[in-house]
């Protein structure tokens, strides 16, 4: 019986020491993104990095997105773009990861990559009205009309009074030679933005 009470106290001792350090670290981490946020605020991004970096691990999440983010706010998009790939794969379901994904990678022009991204986040959220515009405008600059309406539809069924999705769905429309869709998404462009150009140059290419 003494013997059990004996492995028991250890037992208890070694829980209430890995709690304490476990708490210690959580703490200590949350002092460095405080930090980091400070210095961010300040534009110096190399220090934001040195608060996060001596807490850095490959198999966690938060900083590597953090540091995925503070190294595309320095421009250096390789480091970004290597960060944010990791918080991915750490966390597939992940929306915030690959919007995050996308913004080196754009900068980079892996399109291929970014439109990857876009399609996962369609899987996971198929309403997801950002994903489905720069999907809507890849197509449109690939010269992929139809493609570009599709994706460009979703958003306007679901925000019928959103002009960028208005103004790229009219162009798309007028290029795949489909005139009177293409002036009614003009026109309702024109409601939103009376002045614009863009959407007034569409509406006269487009009678």
């Not at 961010?40 to 999440?61: C, G, L, M, S």
């Not at 983010?69 to 250096?76: D, G, M, P, V």
């Not at 162009?171 to 293409?182: I, M, N, P, Q, T």
Request: proline letters at 2%.
């Amino acid at each position: 019986m003494e013997v059990l009470k004996k492995i028991f106290f250890a037992a208890m001792l070694f829980y209430t020491c890995s709690a304490a350090y476990a708490q210690s670290g959580s703490t200590a981490l949350q002092k460095a993104f405080k930090n980091s946020y400070a210095n961010e605020t300040k534009q110096n991004y190399q220090a934001a990095i040195n608060d996060i970096t001596p807490y850095y691990a490959d198999n966690n999440y938060e900083t590597n997105l953090r540091l995925g983010w503070l190294y595309y706010s320095s421009k250096n998009y390789t480091a970004a773009e290597n960060y944010y790939a990791k918080a991915v794969n750490l966390k597939p379901n992940s929306i915030e990861a690959k919007f995050g994904y996308v913004k080196p990678l754009s900068v980079l022009e892996r399109w291929d990559k970014v439109i990857a991204q876009y399609n996962a986040i369609i899987k996971l959220d198929a309403q997801n009205t950002q994903a489905n515009y720069w999907l809507g405008v890849i197509n449109y600059n690939r010269k992929q009309y139809e493609a570009a309406i599709k994706y460009l539809s979703k958003v306007t069924t679901l925000y019928p009074f959103d002009y960028d999705g208005n103004h790229m769905l009219g162009w798309s429309y007028l290029f795949a030679g489909r005139k009177a869709e293409a002036r009614a998404s003009f026109e309702k462009a024109l409601l939103i933005k009376p002045e614009d150009t863009s959407s007034a140059d569409g509406l006269n290419k487009s009678k």
